[in-house]
Every structure is written in C-alpha cells, then in structure tokens.
C-alpha cells in the first residue's frame, strides 16, 4: 500500500484532502502543528495526526497542504527526512516556479492544482451545483506536471491528485511553467480581476439608480451568454452588431494596449509568484 504523509491536514484544503483521501487505497499519516487544526481534522474526518517525523520516515508519497509562502520553507525544513524516491506533491505552481524548492536529485517534485467545476456543466443535485470550489460532489478538472523525478511517478503521483481533487474529468499534463500561467497570470491577474471589475460595475450601475438586484441579474445573465459565445460553448451563437460595435468602442477605453504581453510575459510570470512567494511585510 502506498503510504502519503499529508502535511497541514488541518488546515482549511488540508481538511478537503483528508475527506478525499479516507477509504482510498492510500494509507495516510496526517501531519498538523497547530492544536486548532487537530481538532478541525478530527471532528471533519475522525483522523488523529502523528509527529511529522514519523510520518515522513515512512512516506512514499508528501502532499504540502501549506500555505505558498510556507512552502519553500517546510520543503527545506523535511528535506533531509525523507528516503530517497519519495514523491513531494505541491498544489500550486508559485513556489517550485520561483525556485524556492530544495535541490535533491533522488527526490520527485510534482506540481498538480485544481481547475475548480466549471460554469458549464451537467451537476444536477443541488449539492453539486453549490460545490463551487470543487471537490466534494461537483466534478473538475485537474492540471499536473511531473518538476522532477521518474516518468513512472507521473501516473502515481496523477492518481494521488485525482483522489484529493475527486471527482475529476480530465487531468491535463502541463510543465510548471504553464501551471504558473495559468495561475497566477490567467486565472488571477486577468479573470478574477475581471470578476471584480464587473461587480464594481454592477455596483456603479446600481449607484446611479438600476436597482441593485436589476443590475446583478443582468450582467449574470449576459456573462453567461457572452462565455457560451467567446468560448465556443454556444457555437450557433452570435454577438449583436451593437454589440460588437459597443465591444470594439470599449476596448480601448477599459485595457491599455500590450496588456497581455504585460501580463503573461515570462518575466512577469516569474515576478508573481516570487511575490506570492514572500511573506507579506509587518506594518
């Protein structure tokens, strides 16, 4: 049986990945410092955590639950504590993208992270329509990469990442440098960014006298509609011609030109999550 040590399993995705992990085929030995954390993982799954040490003289397999800024600093810290061939799976680009993992050859480090459920979907409980984060009923897709280590740990490593993230679609298989693309750059800097400009709109809108659920319902009605159609999603669909001239008049108006080279260059890319990365400074 494979052995994982799950370190931060109380914490709030440490909790999530303890669920998901119960009844698999893994045995798994949970890690928490904190006496809070314990006790969330206790009455959330009925696990007891041991000493770190132990858990990691055994493990075939180390999930890094931890914050970004902390993982740089843990991965040095147990390092030296694990066997030869152990696999540390990461659950975000940032900190293995900014070089803040540990030089070890003998060691596989391997980056996975969720796509969350998408907005087109075929959920049909409740339940699974509400799991917007994903992970407990609603189905996601995943993406991977295998930073180092043995091409035959990629499939183990995929299988460890579907059962933390389960139910999953796809697990696409990306290097690091596109899993760092795709967050921080495309899902934070420009669609949540994005997410917020259009409810600061809606919340302008409703400041000059739409009312406010008017103006909520409207522009999540044509967010909607304007995805299906942008994505391909609604194929047969079409932008309006006012719309279309509304779109080319705005453009200018709401981005500066370049934006995309500002954002997704490579540079940019490595300045990202090198500020994830580090500790926000104590005013």
Same mark, same amino acid.
């Given at each position: 049986?494979?052995?994982?040590?799950?370190?931060?399993?109380?914490?709030?995705?440490?909790?999530?990945?303890?669920?998901?992990?119960?009844?698999?085929?893994?045995?798994?030995?949970?890690?928490?410092?904190?006496?809070?954390?314990?006790?969330?993982?206790?009455?959330?799954?009925?696990?007891?955590?041991?000493?770190?040490?132990?858990?990691?003289?055994?493990?075939?397999?180390?999930?890094?639950?931890?914050?970004?800024?902390?993982?740089?600093?843990?991965?040095?810290?147990?390092?030296?504590?694990?066997?030869?061939?152990?696999?540390?799976?990461?659950?975000?680009?940032?900190?293995?993208?900014?070089?803040?993992?540990?030089?070890?050859?003998?060691?596989?480090?391997?980056?996975?992270?969720?796509?969350?459920?998408?907005?087109?979907?075929?959920?049909?409980?409740?339940?699974?329509?509400?799991?917007?984060?994903?992970?407990?009923?609603?189905?996601?897709?995943?993406? $991977?990469?295998?930073? /180092?280590?043995?091409?035959?740990?990629? %499939? +183990?490593? *995929?299988? =460890? @990442?579907? #059962?933390?993230?389960?139910?999953?679609?796809?697990?696409?298989? $990306?290097?690091?440098? /596109?899993?760092?693309?795709?967050?921080? %750059? +495309?899902? *934070?800097? =420009? @669609?949540? #960014?994005?997410?917020?400009?259009?409810?600061?709109?809606?919340?302008?809108?409703?400041?000059?006298?739409?009312?406010?659920?008017? %103006?909520?319902?409207?522009?999540?009605?044509?967010?909607?509609?304007?995805?299906?159609?942008?994505?391909?999603?609604?194929?047969?669909?079409?932008?309006?011609?006012?719309?279309?001239?509304?779109?080319?008049?705005?453009?200018?108006?709401?981005?500066?030109?370049?934006?995309?080279?500002?954002?997704?260059?490579?540079?940019?890319?490595?300045?990202?999550?090198?500020?994830?990365?580090?500790?926000?400074?104590?005013?």
């Amino acid at each position: 049986m494979t052995k994982i040590a799950l370190l931060g399993a109380g914490g709030k995705m440490g909790v999530r990945l303890a669920t998901n992990l119960g009844g698999s085929r893994f045995e798994v030995d949970h890690v928490e410092v904190s006496e809070e954390g314990r006790g969330r993982l206790k009455a959330a799954t009925g696990a007891e955590c041991v000493e770190q040490d132990r858990a990691l003289a055994g493990a075939d397999v180390v999930v890094l639950a931890v914050p970004d800024r902390l993982i740089g600093k843990i991965a040095h810290g147990i390092i030296d504590k694990v066997r030869p061939g152990t696999a540390l799976v990461v659950l975000d680009a940032a900190a293995p993208h900014a070089g803040e993992m540990p030089r070890r050859e003998d060691v596989t480090y391997f980056v996975t992270h969720p796509c969350h459920p998408p907005i087109y979907n075929d959920e049909t409980t409740e339940e699974a329509k509400r799991d917007f984060f994903g992970g407990i009923t609603a189905k996601q897709h995943i993406v $991977c990469a295998l930073m /180092q280590g043995p091409e035959e740990h990629y %499939a +183990l490593c *995929e299988e =460890v @990442a579907r #059962t933390i993230y389960k139910p999953v679609m796809r697990a696409h298989r $990306c290097t690091v440098e /596109q899993i760092a693309i795709l967050e921080p %750059a +495309l899902s *934070e800097t =420009v @669609a949540i #960014t994005m997410c917020l400009a259009l409810r600061e709109a809606a919340d302008e809108a409703a400041r000059r006298g739409v009312p406010h659920q008017a %103006a909520i319902d409207f522009v999540l009605g044509h967010i909607n509609i304007g995805l299906a159609v942008a994505f391909g999603i609604f194929p047969e669909g079409r932008f309006s011609d006012g719309a279309l001239r509304a779109i080319e008049l705005a453009k200018p108006q709401i981005f500066r030109d370049g934006w995309l080279d500002r954002v997704f260059a490579p540079e940019a890319v490595m300045q990202s999550v090198r500020d994830i990365c580090v500790p926000p400074k104590a005013a």
